[in-house]
Each structure stands twice: as C-alpha cells, then as structure tokens.
C-alpha cells in the first residue's frame, strides 16, 4: 500500500495537532498554571499523545501490511533497523542532555539510567519523585509495541495465521477495559485514599503499556481496513466529512467524561472512546477528499519536528522559565519565545542527530538490498 502525497499532508496536520495539543498541556504544568488563560483551556491537552499512537499504529502497521499483501517475507532485523534510526539516535541525545545538564530537568529527578535505555521507564513510575523526562512514558509504549508487533506479525506469517489476526487485535482491543477495570479496583483504589492518591492513578492506570494500546489498536485496525479491504475503505473517502464529525464529537464525548480522571468510567472507558474519537479524524483525513489536503503549508512545515518537539520541549520550557522569565517580562509573551525556543531546538536536533543518521540508515538499506 502506497502512502500518496495527499496522505502525507493530511496526517502531517494531525502531527502538528498533536504536537501542540502535548505543548500546551505541558507548558502549564512547568509553569505552575501559567498563563491562566492557557491553563484554563489545555487541561485536555493530555489526549496529543493518543493522537500519536494512533497515527502511528497507522504508518507502521501499513508498511507491514504493504509486504503481506505483496507477498513479501517480513524481515524483524530490516523492521528493527529502520526504527532503531528513527527512534534511537535523538532519544540518547535528549537522554545524555537530561543526565549530563542538571539545569535542562524540568524536575529535581530523574529514574534510574537504565530504566530509560530499556524502555521499562512507564512501569511503576513514580511521578512525584522521579517525574523529570516523565513524558518519556509514551515512547516506552511505542517501543513495546515495535517490539512486539511485528514479530507477531511474522509468526502468523510463517504459520499461515494471518486471518486471525482480526481477532488478536479485537481481543487486545477488548482486554484494555478488562486490564483497566482490574488495576482500578485492585491497584489505585487502594491507595487513592493517601496523601498523594492522585500519583497512584497515573502510576497504575495512566503510564502502563498494558492500559494504553487503545491507540495502537485502531491505527492498526485502520491499516489493516485500508490495505486488505481497500474497495471498501475507499468508500469511506465519500464520507469523510462525516466521519471527521464522528471523530468530533467522540473526543467531545470524552472531555466531559474525562473532566475527572480519576474516576472509575474516565479510567476504563476513556481512552478507547478517545482512540476511537481519533481513528474516525484519521479516516476522514485520508480521504483525497479532505479539506486539510488542500492546506499544503502551515502544520506540514512542523510535523517533521515533532518527534524533537516532544522529546525535548518540557526541558526547553524549564529553561525558558528560570532564565528569560527572570526579566520578568509578559506571561504571554513568554508563551510566544518558549515556542520559538522549542521549534529552534528541535531543529538544531534534526538537523544533528536526526538527518545524520537518517542517512546512515539508508546506506544500510542499499547495503542489504544488494545481498
């Protein structure tokens, strides 16, 4: 399945929402609730990163389902290589930053190294101690998912299980409320009850991988509609409209369910509703018929960032902070450079680390291609 340029522009945009949507959310908890405008309205801005799970259960999903559907064996190393460079290189830079400069931490301190550089760094976080580079918990999750995936993927492959795989994505889909309802009244009731209750919910319900691949699930459930029921998935592009309006008012259905986290529905039903909230804009913006194809600049020119945006931005806007906020100069004329600062550094970080080794791993590619 080929990702057309239409494609691409439209889940650029989505990128770039989310991107902001993670932005704002953070830059009021390092600022302590600053600006309150801001504060007031990106108390939801929680919901970007789902947004990013699901495109990204989407394009690295397609590209596997690409092969199957041509007949071509998977291959876990040219799989493992391709998001090892991806991935890697602009996460050990951003780490070496957080251990090497104390005054880059948006938080006194950080879990331990190896946490970090085995991805294990979302199970059993403890927020209030260790929450410096705690938005790291995301690509912890993506990382089990690139893990594993695939490599189900290949043994379904090689035993002919393909058809099932359906039912494994249904299954797991299903799983997340079950998982969910047991770590709510068996973990974090429990404990809610504490002097910081409230640390106990995102450590057993909001950070574990096995709570958060609601995303995933229906990015994945995307591609596989898309790739091997393709006749029919094209009928979706004459309702694009419709389903961006879907999408809509799924995520709205959301806010106001997830206006307390804590509480029992909020935990268990809503990240599926926003996953699915999510899915339906993702399927209407793949139609070649979205109004968003039309708008070739503006988010695209961000997107390619987004990835350095996110690992990053907590850091930038700690430092923005505690170093130009000391001029005390206008709340949101802060907000403003903080954002120029991010989009300045994560470019620098593009430009350094990602693109480098981009490349690096393109020579790779040709050099296995001609084995």
Not at 144 to 164: T, V
Not at 203 to 210: E, G, Q, S, V
């Amino acid at each position: 399945m080929e990702i057309t340029k239409n494609k691409i522009i439209g889940i650029d945009h989505l990128r770039g929402l989310a991107i902001f949507l993670v932005f704002f959310f953070h830059y009021t908890i390092v600022n302590k609730g600053e600006p309150q405008w801001l504060a007031d309205n990106a108390s939801f801005g929680w919901i970007g990163v789902d947004l990013f799970f699901v495109i990204s259960g989407y394009l690295i999903s397609s590209q596997l389902f690409a092969q199957i559907k041509n007949e071509k064996k998977l291959s876990f190393a040219r799989f493992f290589i391709k998001r090892f460079f991806r991935i890697i290189p602009a996460f050990i830079a951003t780490l070496a930053i957080y251990f090497l400069i104390p005054p880059f931490r948006e938080k006194e301190s950080l879990p331990p190294l190896w946490k970090f550089l085995t991805f294990t760094q979302n199970l059993g976080l403890n927020i209030q101690e260790q929450g410096t580079f705690s938005h790291c918990w995301s690509l912890c999750v993506e990382e089990h998912f690139y893990l594993l995936f695939p490599i189900i993927l290949i043994l379904l492959q090689r035993f002919k299980l393909l058809r099932s795989g359906l039912f494994i994505i249904t299954g797991l889909f299903i799983a997340g409320f079950i998982i969910r309802h047991i770590s709510y009244n068996n973990f974090y009731l429990p404990n809610s009850s504490e002097e910081n209750g409230w640390m106990y919910w995102y450590k057993f319900i909001y950070y574990p991988t096995y709570n958060r691949i609601d995303g995933l699930t229906i990015g994945v459930s995307i591609a596989a509609f898309e790739t091997f029921k393709r006749s029919v998935f094209e009928k979706t592009h004459n309702h694009n409209k419709l389903f961006f309006i879907i999408g809509t008012i799924l995520l709205f259905a959301a806010y106001i369910l997830c206006g307390d986290q804590s509480t029992y529905n909020a935990s268990v039903f809503g990240f599926p509703i926003i996953a699915l909230g999510f899915g339906s804009i993702l399927i209407s913006v793949l139609s070649p018929n979205n109004f968003l194809h039309e708008q070739k600049r503006g988010m695209n020119l961000l997107a390619p960032l987004s990835y350095s945006i996110y690992l990053t931005h907590k850091g930038v806007i700690h430092v923005m902070n505690t170093t130009i906020n000391t001029f005390d100069i206008p709340k949101n004329l802060l907000f403003v450079l903080t954002i120029i600062a991010c989009i300045i550094f994560a470019y620098f970080m593009q430009q350094i680390i990602e693109k480098p080794f981009m490349k690096l791993r393109v020579k790779i590619e040709n050099h296995l291609d001609k084995k």
